[in-house]
């Protein structure tokens, strides 16, 4: 399906295709997405001068959500409101909190929080379950795979996952400090086809709407170029940190992810159903899908720390689509840790491919050879039955 077809208009800062051609063929990318990553803002869940949670807003969000699982996508929720919801009812001043200060409401809050995402789920037979992450969790390569695997079991057991950053002990340093840059990264980590960013506002316009009459509204972008970033406003209400500037952030790290970005409102009830019914949005378009992205970054931007060396049943299964089990490896050279990229290779030497790796060299060395069903006495703990998952490899030619 072709995203980029379509007639041209141009404007004196953006060019983007607009026809009804382009524009189906984005609403049938929602239509196919198999799983899909939302961000939900403080704004959009709590009032903005009680600070209590928007039950009404909750609920018909939830029941989108129902709607989704109904018909077989896989949905999760990357959402912001426990540090609105905790200085309520901590009644902490208005303004900007210290750091301490935010810790404290984040950690009175998340609890409230989950409980809402908890009992709307329940109440439509679904499972909710919270995850907090920090920044490292989606920079460091070894709590990357615990975080990504954590939430692939997750949804392959119809839970919903509901990802926030974990505010009540993350600092200046570590922390994203907005969740949009968090939902990409999620989005990104779990290979999803589409993040929907719901905002304050339907898409992307050529200057800030509140400030410019003349303000036009994009609804596609195909790239993210100097001139799009330049459209981005800074940051709006005090309960929500994230502005369109770091959307576009956002959308940076979602398209060189291989996954579709949408920006629309979330000022509205149903705010998904509005997205399958041709509601305004802006789309933004990735030019790959999300497995190739992840091969091309494996195979290209990690430097390997190890090599695999396999025999040729492996070798064979490997080019057939199958992941790499420790019986098919003759030997490992390398000093690594679960989560490296390691090189792979044939008994020959040649080179097959890169993958991350899900045990350490030491522990490899243990298993290698030996069934999957003989690791968890081999370690004294039980791992995963691969050695590299084929969703962790990026092969050197086209698997046959």
């Excluded at 209590?52 to 029941?63: Q, V």
């Excluded at 509204?217 to 994230?242: C, F, R, W």
């Excluded at 420790?326 to 044939?346: C, I, M, N, Y």
Aim: glycine share 8%; with cysteine; net charge neutral.
């Amino acid at each position: 399906m072709d995203l980029t077809a379509g007639t041209s208009l141009e404007s004196d800062m953006v060019r983007t295709q607009t026809s009804e051609a382009t524009l189906a063929a984005a609403r049938a990318r929602w239509g196919d997405a198999r799983r899909i990553v939302v961000k939900i803002g403080s704004a959009l869940l709590t009032d903005r001068e009680t600070g209590r949670l928007k039950s009404d807003w909750l609920n018909s969000f939830m029941d989108d959500v129902a709607e989704l699982a109904k018909a077989g996508k896989q949905i999760v929720l990357v959402s912001s409101g426990s540090i609105a919801l905790g200085r309520h009812a901590l009644k902490l001043p208005k303004g900007v909190l210290a750091l301490e200060q935010s810790q404290a409401a984040a950690a009175v809050g998340q609890i409230s929080l989950a409980h809402s995402y908890q009992e709307t789920a329940a109440a439509r037979g679904l499972t909710a379950a919270q995850i907090l992450l920090t920044l490292g969790d989606t920079e460091e390569r070894r709590r990357y795979l615990n975080a990504r695997n954590t939430i692939e079991v997750l949804l392959s057991l119809k839970a919903i996952p509901v990802v926030n950053e974990n505010d009540s002990v993350a600092t200046a340093e570590i922390r994203y400090g907005d969740n949009d840059r968090l939902s990409a990264r999620v989005a990104s980590m779990v290979s999803a086809d589409c993040l929907v960013l719901l905002s304050d506002i339907d898409g992307l316009y050529t200057a800030p709407p509140s400030e410019d009459a003349n303000a036009k509204h994009i609804p596609i972008v195909n790239e993210i170029t100097a001139e799009i970033e330049a459209m981005a406003g800074d940051a709006g209400t005090e309960l929500s940190k994230g502005g369109m500037k770091t959307k576009i952030e956002a959308g940076k790290i979602a398209l060189s992810g291989g996954t579709h970005m949408v920006i629309t409102t979330g000022k509205i009830l149903n705010p998904l159903r509005a997205i399958s019914e041709g509601g305004r949005v802006t789309w933004f378009v990735a030019k790959s899908d999300p497995v190739a992205a992840r091969k091309r970054w494996i195979s290209g931007q990690l430097v390997p720390n190890g090599q695999v060396f396999l025999d040729a049943g492996a070798e064979k299964a490997l080019f057939s689509g199958k992941s790499l089990l420790p019986a098919g490896v003759t030997r490992v050279e390398g000093v690594f840790d679960r989560g490296d990229a390691v090189t792979l290779r044939s008994a020959t030497g040649s080179e097959l491919g890169r993958g991350l790796i899900a045990y350490s060299a030491d522990d490899a060395r243990r298993i290698i050879g030996k069934r999957s069903t003989e690791i968890a006495a081999i370690l004294g703990y039980e791992g995963r039955d691969t050695l590299i998952h084929r969703d962790d490899m990026a092969l050197t030619r086209s698997q046959r």
